[in-house]
Structure formats: structure tokens, C-alpha cells
């Protein structure tokens, strides 16, 4: 209380001290003409203040049974008597709602409309609603903007004395009311705001953005490279082992998976069949194998590995290290699906690259990455191949998409495709919920709220929609 001055809180003190007075000797029943009450508010004076707060307190203990603590009362009168704007702090259980609500009344009396702008959209609604008694002692209206959908039950809200909501959702009817010209605060400026959880809008929500989204023109062009994208993303998993979590490739037989991960410029591999050929002289397959596979139906080729235990591959991957510059980690899965590592790279230098992989057996494996930033950009030139922009002629290889979408698709298709990653991983239930065919997003690491205001990107949305008809 070092920046309150000196008169403040000697008057302070003084009217806390008589409505104190009143309820130790049970006459604080006395003080209960609300309407003396409305005419006093405007005044600061110590007598007339004292006769609000009496009111105001009584009014508490009639609707939940006990009095505001000296704590309270101390704060509703720096409120009170402040000509600008106050910053308090009460511990947690201090009781901040029933402050607000004392205040928010005194404000109303005043003829002010009051918003009062919560942490989450479950508070507000609960403050709402266990003070709305209270408030109706006063005949003073009270409403919550979380739950409005649409722009008539939003006029009718800010129509109310007091509005409890949240940031983004008085934000996002402020921008209904300027820029879209939607009727929603009709006449109701901001004559008084009272921020619960100052803290939490500053500094946890203090880089949340609000925006009112719409529609944008062509963008069903996109849909088909946001297939694309996923499509290419859910042949990806995600494993877990003792102490590291990895991105898992798709399977593919043993030669064509190391063919795929090694560097063959240095070495004398230049084809998946090289690497058949050395499992053939290492004994791993038996001789004219090669001959066979390259031979035989492609399509015959899993057949043909299930010849090819688990054990054969694992063992090859340690051979393969006299033929390229590359040390092999070797894991399968045990019974819980957990990975298990079966060989380490023999080699413990960066500059030998360590390449990771999953035997499956029956011939079969797939490659592991750290993390799915390596994939991000590969995949991402991968599927800008298969595209080509009007105008130009026409190629049934690509799809096509109009040109003045170009500079858009090349300058975000790297991090849609880290949002795709990104949506593969969410679980539902837990990340976010489905309701009424919305997705809305759950603020999972800090309070658990569903988000019923808030909606990802179109991009990101649409490929949360492909992740869970996939699931």
C-alpha cells in the first residue's frame, strides 16, 4: 500500500471500522435502503460511504450467509474512493469475486455499465451465477458473453448492467461492432472494466491475438494439397523407447529402407539392389535371391522377405558399416510396443552419422528420425513437385492450382506440413473436443477449459479434420 496515499487510507480505515462496528453489534440489519444507497454512491465521503458498504454487506450476508472480511471491505474502499484506474493484489481465498461484485454494484449505482473480463470462460460464467442473486437485491441485470452464438443474444447480453466474459470474447465483439458494424453493444461504452486475474490477461494470455474469422475466396484450392500433405504425414508414427521419443517411417524391405537413409555418394551403392547383392554375399539371403527379386512380380517381393528373419537384418545392419560411412541403431519392439535397442552404432562421433532403425521382421523395416523436423522440408518439396501453376500447359502428372495462390503455397507449405505433424499427435478428449461438428481446442497444459471461442487456422483446421476421420 506504499502508492495509497495517507487520507485514503485513514478514511479507509475509518469506514471499515464502523461497518465493522455495526455487525459486531447486530445492527447492520438497520442499513438496508437501497435506495439511499444509489443516491449516496457518487459521493466520497466518509459518513455516505460508510452507509453504502453497510448496505453492500448486508445485502452479502443475506444471499450467502456470512459478512465481507475487513480484507474485503479494506479493498472495496480503495476501489471505491479511487478516481482512476487500481491495481490491487488479494492472496488466493481472499475472496476476489465478492469484492467485484460489491464493486461492480457500487459502479452500477452510479449509472455505469459494468464489464467485468475473467480468466476463462468457466469463472466467468460461475462468478455470474452464484452473484446473481446478490445483484437482483439491487435490481441490477446480469449476464455472461461466453455462451452467445449469435448476434441477437449478444445485443441482448450487453444489454444487461454487469457483463462477466472474457478477454477474447469482448474483444471479438468490440471488432463485431467497429469494423463489422454488427449491432452487438448497442450505446454501451466502456464506462468501467474490472480485470479478475490481471496477472493471468497480461502475462499468460498477453500474446493471444483476436481475429473474427470468415471465409476466404479460392481457398478450396487448397484442399487437395492439404490431402496431399496428409496422406504423406500418416504413413508416420510416433514410438516411444526408454528415454526418447521417435518419428517412425514407413516400413519398407530391409535393402530399400538403408538405400533410402544412406548417403550413396559416398560409397559404391547406387542402387537398392547393391544392398541385396552384399546381404547375399554376407550369407543374410540366399544366393540368387537378387536374381529373383529383380526378376520376379514387384508385387511378390513381401512374399519373397519372409524368408528373412529378424535377427538376419539386425545382423546385416552391423555388416553394412564395412560398406558405407554410416554406424547403425538397431531397435524392435517388446511386448508393450515400447522400442528395445538390440545394436548400437559402434562409432561415437558426429562425424559419422548415426542412422536409427525399427526391425519388424519377415524382411521389413523402418527408419527412425529424432524428430519430424528433418521430414518437414523433404516432404514439403516433395509434394511442390506434383504442382503446377495457371497458367501453364497442361500436365496430368500435377495438380493445378490458380497463380496468384503461388507465393501463399510456397511460402507456408513447409509449416503445413509441421502442422500436419502437429495434428497427428493431438488426441481427442484431451487436446480438443468435437462439438456440433466444431472442433474447439482444450487448454490442456493449464487449465483444462474447453476453448468454445477460439478455432485454429483454416489450414490447421482442416487438417485436424483429416486426423480425426483418419482415427
Request: charged fraction near 25%.
Amino acid at each position: 500500500m506504499n502508492d495509497i496515499d495517507e487520507e485514503t487510507l485513514n478514511k479507509s480505515q475509518k469506514i471499515v471500522a464502523h461497518v465493522t462496528e455495526l455487525i459486531e453489534k447486530e445492527e447492520i440489519k438497520k442499513h438496508n435502503d437501497i435506495k439511499k444507497a444509489k443516491q449516496l454512491s457518487n459521493s466520497t465521503e466518509t459518513a455516505d460511504l460508510q452507509e453504502v458498504l453497510a448496505v453492500l454487506c448486508n445485502a452479502v450476508h443475506d444471499e450467502k450467509k456470512y459478512y465481507p472480511r475487513a480484507t474485503q471491505m479494506i479493498s472495496w474502499c480503495l476501489l471505491a474512493l479511487s478516481n482512476t484506474g487500481k491495481l490491487l493484489e488479494m492472496g488466493t481465498g481472499e475472496g476476489k469475486s465478492c469484492v467485484i461484485a460489491m464493486f461492480a454494484a457500487l459502479r452500477v449505482f452510479r449509472d455505469e455499465k459494468v464489464d467485468v473480463v475473467s480468466s476463462s470462460s468457466v469463472l466467468c460464467q460461475r462468478d455470474a451465477a452464484e452473484w446473481e442473486n446478490f445483484y437482483k437485491k439491487f435490481v441490477i441485470t446480469v449476464d455472461t458473453n461466453t455462451n452467445k452464438t449469435d448476434d441477437s443474444s449478444r445485443k441482448e447480453c450487453y444489454k444487461k448492467d454487469i457483463v462477466y466474459g472474457t478477454i477474447e470474447t469482448f474483444a471479438a465483439d468490440h471488432l463485431r461492432q467497429i469494423f463489422e458494424m454488427k449491432d452487438v453493444r448497442p450505446d454501451r461504452s466502456y464506462q468501467c472494466i474490472i480485470i479478475d486475474e490481471v496477472d493471468s490477461l497480461l502475462l499468460d494470455q498477453g500474446v493471444q491475438l483476436t481475429y473474427l474469422s470468415s471465409p476466404l475466396v479460392s481457398m478450396e484450392h487448397l484442399n487437395t494439397i492439404l490431402a496431399m500433405i496428409w496422406g504423406h504425414v500418416q504413413q508416420y508414427g510416433f514410438l516411444t523407447s526408454e528415454h526418447q521419443t521417435f518419428v517412425q517411417g514407413p516400413p519398407a524391405s530391409f535393402f530399400r529402407a538403408i538405400f533410402d537413409s544412406i548417403n550413396t555418394e559416398e560409397s559404391e551403392i547406387n542402387d537398392p539392389l547393391d544392398i541385396l547383392h552384399i546381404a547375399e554375399e554376407t550369407n543374410i539371403v540366399p544366393q540368387g535371391f537378387t536374381d529373383d527379386i529383380h526378376k520376379g512380380d514387384k508385387n511378390d517381393i513381401l512374399n519373397k522377405l519372409k524368408i528373412v528373419s529378424q535377427d538376419d537384418v539386425i545382423n546385416f545392419l552391423g555388416e553394412m558399416e564395412e560398406y558405407v560411412p554410416n554406424g547403425f541403431t538397431v531397435y524392435t519392439l517388446n511386448e508393450e510396443g515400447l522400442l528395445c535397442p538390440r545394436k548400437l552404432s559402434p562409432y561415437n562421433t558426429n562425424q559419422i552419422p548415426d542412422l536409427k532403425f525399427l526391425v519388424l521382421g519377415e524382411g521389413l523395416c523402418c527408419p527412425l528420425y529424432n524428430s519430424e523436423e528433418v521430414l518437414i522440408k523433404p516432404i514439403a518439396e516433395l509434394i511442390s513437385e506434383k504442382i503446377q501453376y495457371t497458367p501453364c500447359t497442361d500436365n496430368t502428372d500435377k495438380i493445378s492450382i490458380p497463380g496468384f495462390l503461388r507465393n501463399l503455397i510456397e511460402t507456408k507449405m513447409c509449416l503445413w506440413v509441421e502442422n500436419a505433424f502437429l495434428a497427428k499427435q493431438l488426441k481427442e478428449g484431451r487436446d480438443y473436443v468435437v462439438e456440433n461438428e466444431n472442433i474447439c481446442p482444450v487448454d490442456f497444459r493449464s487449465t483444462g477449459i474447453i476453448e468454445l471461442n477460439k478455432k485454429w487456422g483454416m489450414v490447421c483446421s482442416s487438417l485436424w479434420r483429416l486426423s480425426i476421420k483418419s482415427n
